[in-house]
């Protein structure tokens, strides 16, 4: 029996008490640490998936949209631009890639990228099965997509029209699916993708092209120059159906550039001088960040609040059960226990305590954020773990240590004043 | 050297007319029996000779220690070591069964654990069938002889018992005061008993008398 033992002893006789205050830190740990997972995560999702585009050209409209719904694929694209003013960006000589974008369709909850395949390289996305798209009608699934949707390479789907779920269907044209890709960990799990013509003409609106209306980065340049990660990467290119299409109209442009200095020459240019605006990933993530800030704030105030109310009820907790445990104490003490031994009791009773609910409140926090990650597809899409632990959590603990620690100060200071025979002869 | 040596001891509470204690010498192994009527400061004498309050005036000297001169800790460690007591309300700790209670008391002893002999103990005063079960559930009976049990769970030189037959009949005083005895004896332990009782008062080597001289 050592002072630890004696302090479980002490906690399990009254189950309810301990049961209460646990849950009562639990909750105020909870939600900081889950405020905490959440915004490293997510911090850590978006500045990934912008890392390497450095520049979005897209419709006129808002910025953040823009970067959220062709970056992230989590808003509502902002409109079209004109695929004639996005096709001398493509070989423009400080642009070292190119990705255009097509949205506009979904298939469940899944959306659907028209692009090229420069999209795969762009996002270190490998086939693990089946080829890339190599026309029209052609589609390769990301790893949670093919699985959540239940298809696989050779399955035929059909799209819905809009990037939510429930749209009307395109009934007349449905898609084959060529290749799964390998879990990225990124958005591209969750996309279908295909070929920027597919979008075009699933819409009905084919155009024919002649040898300007080519798709760079799609009709065998960027894919075949560079065979990329997939190593087996084709040319989309609708001859195998006798066509040639490219788009009218594409919703963004995803630019990376040799070096920064050429794109802030370049992006006032493009804002200035065209239809189309420019928003930087980096500097739109920011401002969201910005917009964030408050609301993040008040929930970490509010768990605040509930950690000190905690705190307060580890605190009332040991010094209410202190009249009975001074009894205890001096029991203890005419048993030939030292004062140090006596005080550890009490402090290793408020740090099982404080440990206990800290454990729990990250148990609580973390497995708040795994069901949010399967019940909302927009946090799943955001790559929303419970298995993540933000590098400020560790501070969480000990300052819930801490807390435990103070709290079993101010009754272990009482302790110390008791009178060993009165406190005896009382009894 | 004797086992407890008490010269001009006298204490005095708060408010409350001081009391005066008789020189008291007390050999290894000898059984003294403290008796008065109440008042007369029979558990302030155990609490004095425990080291467990300091008096007003006089030494107390246990094994030829001053415990006046130790400190605190040193004092805490010295009683674990040498001394045990059986309370009057037993003060068995609530939180924990009754064996763990015997383990407690022996580890604090600087005892290295040793289940059996504690085991061992609660069989020779017949409560081995509650050794797991907590003090609150145990009857008036049953608390007196773990409390015994705990107090020589610790191998002390001085076994204090305060009032230790004070809720029983006197077949039941004499039964735990013949326990009391064979376990000290069996350690040669001394011990000292303060009671009222004077039914039990024969069946130790001496009697001191508080409020009217030894």
């Known amino acids: 029996m050592n002072p630890v033992a004696l302090a479980c002893a002490y906690l399990a006789q009254r189950p309810l008490a301990t049961l209460l205050t646990t849950l009562l830190l639990a909750l105020g740990v909870g939600t900081i640490s889950a405020l905490l997972s959440f915004d490293h995560q997510f911090r850590d999702h978006l500045l990934r998936e912008a890392r390497n585009v450095h520049l979005v050209v897209g419709s006129k409209g808002s910025r953040l949209q823009l970067v959220l719904s062709t970056v992230l694929h989590v808003d509502y694209p902002t409109g079209n631009i004109p695929w004639n003013e996005a096709v001398p960006l493509l070989d423009h000589p400080a642009v070292s890639r190119a990705v255009p974008v097509s949205l506009g369709d979904g298939v469940g909850a899944f959306r659907v990228v028209g692009t090229t395949g420069v999209f795969l390289e762009a996002h270190g996305a490998h086939l693990a099965k089946g080829r890339v798209w190599d026309g029209s009608f052609e589609a390769v699934l990301g790893a949670t997509a093919a699985r959540e949707l239940g298809l696989d390479v050779g399955n035929v789907f059909a799209t819905t029209h809009g990037v939510v779920a429930g749209g009307p269907e395109h009934v007349h044209d449905n898609y084959t699916v060529t290749g799964v890709l390998a879990p990225t960990g990124g958005v591209a799990d969750r996309l279908v993708l295909t070929s920027l013509e597919s979008i075009w003409e699933v819409h009905d609106q084919r155009i024919p092209t002649a040898g300007d209306r080519r798709v760079p980065g799609g009709d065998g340049d960027a894919a075949r120059k560079d065979e990329g990660p997939t190593g087996d990467r084709r040319a989309q290119d609708d001859s195998a159906r006798g066509r040639n299409l490219a788009p009218a109209e594409i919703t963004a442009l995803l630019l990376t550039f040799h070096s920064p200095v050429s794109m802030l020459r370049l992006a006032p240019e493009i804002d200035r001088n065209s239809a189309m605006i420019t928003a930087s990933p980096a500097v739109e993530i920011g401002r969201l960040f910005a917009l964030l800030a408050p609301a993040l704030d008040v929930l970490r105030g509010f768990g605040i609040v509930l950690m000190a109310g905690a705190a307060l009820a580890v605190f009332t907790t040991l010094t209410g059960v202190l009249d009975l445990r001074q009894r205890d104490i001096a029991i203890l003490r005419a048993l030939g226990a030292v004062r140090a031994w006596t005080a550890g009791v009490l402090v290793a009773e408020a740090l099982i305590l404080t440990l206990a609910g800290t454990l729990l409140g990250f148990a609580l926090g973390h497995g708040a954020l795994a069901v949010i990650g399967i019940v909302i597809p927009q946090a799943d899409n955001a790559g929303l773990s419970g298995l993540v632990a933000a590098p400020g959590e560790a501070w969480l603990l000990l300052a819930a240590l801490l807390t435990g620690l103070v709290s079993a100060g101010v009754p272990l200071l009482r302790a110390g004043r008791g009178n060993l025979s009165e406190i005896l002869a009382r009894n | ?214």
């Open chain 2, 1 to 214: 050297m004797h086992l407890v040596e008490c010269q001009d001891v006298a204490h005095s509470f708060p408010g409350a007319p001081e009391l005066s204690l008789p020189d008291l010498v007390i050999g290894n192994g000898e059984h003294v029996v403290v008796t008065g009527p109440s008042g007369t400061g029979k558990t302030t004498l155990l609490q004095i000779l425990a080291g467990l309050l300091t008096p007003t005036n006089g030494t107390v000297r246990l094994a030829g220690v001053d415990w006046a001169s130790l400190t605190h800790t040193d004092r805490d460690r010295r009683r674990g070591r040498a001394v045990g007591i059986v309370f009057q309300s037993f003060n068995l700790i609530t939180a924990i069964s009754v064996l763990d209670n015997l383990k407690l008391a022996r580890r604090l002893a600087g005892y290295p654990r040793d289940d059996d002999r504690c085991r061992d103990l609660l069989d020779g005063l017949g409560i081995l069938d509650l050794a797991h079960r907590v003090p609150t559930r145990l009857s008036r009976g049953e608390a007196q002889r773990a409390a015994i049990a705990r107090a020589v769970s610790g191998e002390p030189d001085l076994l204090l018992a305060d009032e230790p037959t004070s809720a029983l009949d006197a077949d039941n005083a004499a039964s735990v005061i013949g326990l009391l005895l064979e376990r000290a004896g069996a350690s040669g332990a001394g011990v000292i008993v303060t009671t009222h009782d004077e039914r039990i008062a024969d069946m130790f080597d001496r009697r001191v008398r508080l409020g009217s001289g030894s």
